[in-house]
């Protein structure tokens, strides 16, 4: 996979390590709900954003597809990401999932279909087979060509190490919490060595960093927004951000983060920053804390 860090412009794509491509940065709709977001998603698309996330967890389907549709860009200019939540896990249960995303969304295919999270809170004893039945089921999608790509979503290395283990198709991208103050460095490494791509979720920590003293004070250094410093942080970290707003103004200058670098030192002194974890994560039972996945 090329490196995240050396895009240049926005909107410039990476090979993923089946070979789809990928615009560097992503516009997510978590927040924001069905009746708004295809307005909000037209606007994005208008800005220019041409990779779109959404989940079926987020209720927003429809109107996200029905923006995409809308906003007179042929559909295979369009990147769009939707995941199943984890009562949608199980073999059977994905083929229906899917085809229900499908259906909301008017669509015929996605580009990337991904495990929401690792575990379903029905099978804590037996996850790790769970997962493979569902990840069964994302490789027939894949195969049948009506997701271009399949990937996870909140997966720590260790949940990785299952699907590297037992799967024919293996997960191309993951799609994680990673902001200042929640880093997860080793499952940004184990990605590394097995090619797998890491996007990030909530970047601007829902917005929670930006009032961040050290974090403004840096910005003003470089002459960035806070919201810029942070975004151009995930980028060094080779890292995909995918980043939510629902004003054109800051949908533009998220995407305005190509044309400064920051220096190493204070990259670390960023990396640093105390602990903040925004959630869904490693207490709401769809992860199991780490000491129960050994
Ligand atoms: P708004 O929709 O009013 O722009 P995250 O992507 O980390 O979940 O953060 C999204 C939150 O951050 C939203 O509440 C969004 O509010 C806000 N936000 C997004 N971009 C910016 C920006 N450039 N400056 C300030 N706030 C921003």
């Known amino acids: 996979m090329e490196m995240v860090k050396d895009l240049q412009v926005f909107n410039q794509v990476l090979s993923l390590k089946n070979g789809t491509t990928v615009p560097g940065m992503g516009f997510g709709t978590c927040r924001i709900e069905d009746e708004k977001i295809a307005d909000i998603v037209e606007k994005a698309v208008g800005v220019g ?42 073999y059977d249960n994905i083929l229906r999932a899917f085809d229900g995303s499908m259906n909301r969304l008017g669509l015929d295919y996605v580009d990337l279909y991904l495990v929401h999270f690792p575990v379903m809170r029905d099978h804590y004893e037996d996850w790790q087979d769970f997962l493979l039945k569902t990840w069964r089921a994302f490789e027939k999608i894949y195969n049948e060509g009506r997701a271009k790509a399949i990937g996870v979503s909140n997966f720590t290395d260790k949940h990785l190490a299952v699907l590297q283990d037992h799967a024919e198709v293996s997960p191309v991208i993951n799609q994680i919490e ?11 490494r184990f990605c590394a060595e097995h090619d797998i791509a890491v996007s990030a979720w909530s970047p601007l920590g829902q ?7 050290v974090l403004k ?21 080779n890292v995909l951000p995918i980043v939510e707003s629902k004003n054109p103004n800051r949908m533009k200058e998220n995407t305005e983060i190509f044309d400064f670098s920051i220096s190493s030192m204070d990259m670390k002194v960023i990396d640093e920053l105390p602990p903040l ?18």
């Not at 990673?178 to 940004?188: E, K, M, R, S």
């Not at 917005?207 to 003293?213: E, H």
């Not at 910005?219 to 927004?225: D, T, V």
């Not at 974890?277 to 050994?294: F, K, R, S, T």
């Open 49 to 90: 954003y041409r990779h779109i996330d959404t989940g079926s967890a987020y209720g927003n389907e429809r109107g996200v597809g029905k923006g995409i549709r809308n906003s007179g860009i042929a559909r295979e200019d369009i990147f769009l990401t939707t995941k199943a939540w984890p009562y949608e896990m199980g």
């Open 178 to 188: 990673f902001h200042p103050g929640w880093t997860q460095f080793d499952t940004l």
């Open 207 to 213: 917005g929670a960093l930006l009032q961040s003293p």
């Open 217 to 237: 004070a840096m910005a003003a250094k470089y002459e960035k927004s806070v919201a810029q410093l942070i975004l151009r942080w995930v980028l060094q970290h």
């Open 277 to 294: 974890l925004i959630g869904p994560h490693a207490d709401n039972g769809y992860m199991l804390v780490e000491v129960d996945i050994q």
